[in-house]
Nanobody, 122 residues
Framework: VQLQASGGGLVQAGGSLRLSCAAT????????VGWFRQAPGKEQELVAAIARFGGNIYYADAVKGRFTISRDNARNMAYLQMNNLKPEDTAVYYC????????????????WGQGTQVTVSS
């Protein structure tokens, strides 16, 4: 499966962005999907993950209550709705797919899209 992330940009603190992840090549139904981010000088971290059919969802503590992960298997798409953005959310965001029902470890993810930059100004 090939993944392409989009939707990043520059937004003021308190604003919102919606990231999209388009899957091609194989149906996304076969994969758990995760959104990762990497800020300058920091390690890549898992932000949110969603099970193959959406029944199990994980959020990092830093984004709980502000971010929502979702997927539309019929359209082969996954999304990350980001509300109440903070400057510390500034990072390159990546979508990834894992051959698992749900995955919360980076090593479980075998397929990666290119990153999309999210910049939150204060």
């Amino acid at each position: 499966v090939q993944l392409q992330a989009s939707g990043g940009g520059l937004v003021q603190a308190g604003g919102s962005l919606r990231l999209s992840c388009a899957a091609t090549g194989r149906t996304i139904t076969n994969y758990a999907v995760g959104w990762f981010r990497q800020a300058p000088g920091k390690e890549q971290e898992l932000v949110a993950a969603i099970a193959r059919f959406g029944g199990n969802i994980y959020y990092a503590d830093a984004v709980k209550g502000r971010f929502t992960i979702s997927r539309d298997n019929a359209r082969n798409m996954a999304y990350l709705q980001m509300n109440n953005l903070k400057p510390e959310d500034t990072a390159v965001y990546y979508c990834a797919a894992a051959r698992a029902i749900i995955a919360v470890e980076r090593n479980d993810y075998s397929y990666w899209g290119q990153g999309t930059q999210v910049t939150v100004s204060s």
